[in-house]
């Protein structure tokens, strides 16, 4: 992996594989999009969300500071997919179905984790326009955890890039950062079943419900 001097540059060029995988086979610009897989989607998102902020946390029990430099309390996302399976009728689950993730033991994990949760929300705006245009899903009340920010999702995201880009030149480990990118959009990839190159850390499932063989069908 070659060093090009900008640890977001690197970032995006070694997920790319993974993030396309993972748009692809959740689908979720399908015109077609039904009610019934938008539902599963959203119960898988709502499991690995639960997860990824669940390492977040302990981070963030270690370090305030630097959780705080990030504004963590305020990105977090998991009782949106909460609430909008809620909005459609679903019954979610207080312990959903999630991966086993690896532990966030410093910033440089947190800040890799957080490009792949942070940057989702950047497409999000577009599936949010995507699924309020769609006359099947009409009657479905407003979601949010697709663009939990709304006009704040370009300042939010302005604010992540600065302080990955702060800290790395600060002596933060841009190698380690992308690591955990990648490790976190491999575990992203692998719970929603997408097909991508072999994922560089194992995976292991508590559980498999209807939705999640659905969305990997």
């Given at each position: 992996?070659?060093?090009d001097g900008d640890v977001l540059r690197r970032l995006r060029t070694d997920?790319?594989?993974e993030h396309h995988a993972v748009e692809s086979?959740?689908?979720?610009?399908?015109p077609a999009l039904t009610r019934v897989r938008l539902v599963a989607v959203l119960t898988v998102m709502h499991g690995f969300w639960w997860a990824a902020e669940a390492g977040l946390d302990a981070w963030a029990d270690a370090d305030p500071a630097a959780a705080a430099g990030l504004a963590w309390s305020?990105?977090?996302?998991?009782?949106?997919f909460a609430g909008d399976l809620a909005a459609l009728?679903?019954?979610?689950?207080?312990a959903p179905d999630r991966p086993e993730l690896l532990p966030v033991p410093g910033?440089?994990?947190?800040?890799?984790r957080l490009y792949v949760l942070e940057g989702s929300t950047l497409g999000g705006v577009f599936i949010d326009r995507h699924l309020a245009a769609l006359p099947q899903l009409a009657d479905a009340a407003p979601l949010h955890a697709f663009a939990p920010y709304g006009e704040r999702t370009g300042a939010m995201?302005?604010?992540?890039r600065t302080a990955t880009r702060g800290w790395v030149a600060?002596?933060?480990?841009?190698?380690r950062v992308v690591t955990a990118a990648q490790q976190t959009f491999s575990a992203l990839a692998a719970w929603c079943g997408a097909t991508v190159r072999e994922p560089t850390v194992p995976i292991h499932r508590r559980g498999t419900s209807p939705a999640m063989m659905e969305v990997r069908a």
């Open positions: 992996m070659a060093d997920t790319a594989a086979t959740l689908g979720l610009l399908d305020q990105r977090r996302r998991a009782h949106l009728g679903a019954a979610p689950s207080s910033t440089d994990d947190a800040l890799g995201w302005h604010a992540y600060a002596g933060g480990d841009a190698a």
